[in-house]
C-alpha cells in the first residue's frame, strides 16, 4: 500500500551511550518478565531482573503501557511480516492459511504477545505502525484469498481478530498441559473457513465493536489487583 | 445411563430454619455477585450483599470453592440437561448441533459459569454429579450423531471441551462490545464438525490432558492477587 507508507517517526532522540544499554536492558528483561508471568507482574520486578534502579526504568518507561510496547516492538513487526510473506505467495488461499496458522503459532509461543495483540498504544508510534502494516496487509490478503473462490465470501477482517480471541481461549486453558491444541482448533476453523460447501453465518461483528473490544481488554489483563 | 444411576448423597444434614434462610441468602448473593464480578470478587462483599456477618459466611461455606460450587449448582444442573434435552431429539446431529450453541450461549450469558464449568469441586458431590451426568450425556450424543453419519468421525468429547474455550476466549473479549461474536464462532465451528467434505485434523487432546487442564483454570481464574 504505498500511499500509506510514510516514514516511521523516530520512537525517541538518540540516548548517550549508558542510557541506551540501560534501555536494552531494560527491554530484554521485561520481554522474559512478560512473557513468563503475563502483563500485570510488577515494575519492580523487572528492573530487579534488569539489574537497574526502579528510577532509571521510569526515566525511561514512564508508565507500564509505554515499556509493553516497547518490549513487544520487535514481536509486532514480526506479526506485520507474517503477513507480508503471505501476500508473497503465488496462491493467495494457501497463503491466507498459512497467516492464520502463523499468527496463531506466535500466540501460542508466548501469551504476553497474545496480550499485546489485542492491546492499542497511541503513543508507541512505531508499534501502532507496525499494528497498522498488518492490519492492512490482512484486509488485502483477505481480498486476494476470496478472488481464488477459495475462502468464503462472507470472511472480514474481524473475523481473524475473532480467530485470534478464541485461539488465546484455548492457548489460556491449555499451554501447559496439552500444548498442541490450539493446532486442532485453527485447522477446525480454516475448514470453516472453506468457501466449498459453506453456509451462511450470524453477522460479523463491525469493525469500530471489535476495536473498541481490543481497547477494553486492556484494563482486565495489565490489572489484575483491584 | 441406568447402571449408573445411583441417588445423590444430601449436600449436608437439614438446616434449622433460620440457618437454611441464611444458606439461601448467601447462595442468592454469590449467583448475583459472582456473575457481575467474577469469581475472585472477596468473600466480604457477598456476605454483605446477603446481609449477613463474615462468620456466618464462613460457617456455612469454609472455603470459597464450597461457596461457588453451591452458587452454581443450580447452572451445572442446567448444563446437564441441555444434553438430556439434545439426547430427546430424534435427529441426533440435530441434537448436537442445538446443544453445542445452548452450552456456548450459558456461556455467553454469564461469565462466572465460564470459569465453573471448567473446575473441578471434588467435595461439592450434587455438583460433581451434575458434570458427570453432562458428561456422560456428551459422550453418547456425540456417539449418535456419528452413527447418523453427519458429525466428523475424528470428533471426541475432549473437542466439546476445546469448543468451550474457545468461545471462552471470544465471550471474554467481545461481551461487552460485540456480544454476539460468539455466535458467528460457534456457526463456523458447527459447519468444520460436519462429515462432509471434512479434511483430517491434527489429534485431538487425551481425556487426562483436557482434565489437567481444567484443573490447570481453577488457580488462574480465582485467584488474581498473588
Redesign the interface.
Known amino acids: 500500500m504505498p500511499a500509506h507508507s510514510k516514514p516511521d517517526p523516530p520512537a525517541q532522540p538518540p540516548l548517550r551511550k549508558d542510557a541506551a544499554r540501560n534501555r536494552e536492558r531494560i527491554i530484554a528483561a521485561a520481554q522474559l518478565v512478560f512473557c513468563e508471568r503475563g502483563l500485570s507482574v510488577s515494575i519492580e520486578d523487572i528492573a530487579d531482573r534488569a539489574g537497574v534502579g526502579v528510577a532509571t526504568l521510569y526515566r525511561r518507561f514512564p508508565t507500564r503501557p509505554d515499556l509493553i510496547a516497547a518490549a513487544f516492538e520487535a514481536k509486532m513487526g514480526a506479526y506485520a511480516d507474517a503477513v507480508t510473506s503471505a501476500l508473497a505467495d503465488p496462491d493467495p488461499w494457501n497463503g491466507f492459511c498459512r497467516y492464520i496458522e502463523r499468527i496463531c503459532a506466535m500466540q501460542a509461543e508466548d501469551q504476553g504477545f497474545t496480550d499485546v495483540l489485542?492491546l492499542t498504544f497511541p503513543t508507541a508510534t512505531q508499534f501502532e505502525a507496525a499494528r497498522d502494516r498488518g492490519y492492512r496487509g490482512a484486509v488485502k490478503l483477505i481480498r486476494n484469498a476470496k478472488a481464488t473462490g477459495h475462502l468464503r465470501q462472507d470472511f472480514t477482517a474481524e473475523?481473524v481478530v475473532?480467530i485470534l480471541?478464541?485461539?488465546?481461549?484455548?492457548v489460556?486453558?491449555?499451554g501447559?498441559?496439552?500444548p498442541?491444541?490450539w493446532?486442532?482448533?485453527v485447522?477446525?476453523?480454516l475448514?470453516?473457513?472453506?468457501a466449498?460447501?459453506?453456509?451462511p453465518?450470524?453477522?460479523?461483528?463491525?469493525g469500530p465493536?471489535?476495536y473498541?473490544?481490543?481497547q477494553?481488554?486492556g484494563p482486565?489483563t495489565t490489572t489484575?489487583?483491584d
Chains 1, 2 share one sequence.
Do not use: F
Request: positive net charge; hydrophobic residues 45%.
Open positions: 489485542t473475523d475473532m480471541m478464541a485461539n488465546a481461549g484455548v489460556a486453558a491449555t501447559d498441559t496439552a498442541q491444541t493446532r486442532r482448533l485447522a477446525l476453523l475448514q470453516a473457513c472453506a466449498e460447501n459453506c453456509r453465518l450470524p453477522p460479523a461483528p463491525s465493536q471489535m473498541r473490544a481490543l477494553r481488554l482486565t489484575t489487583d
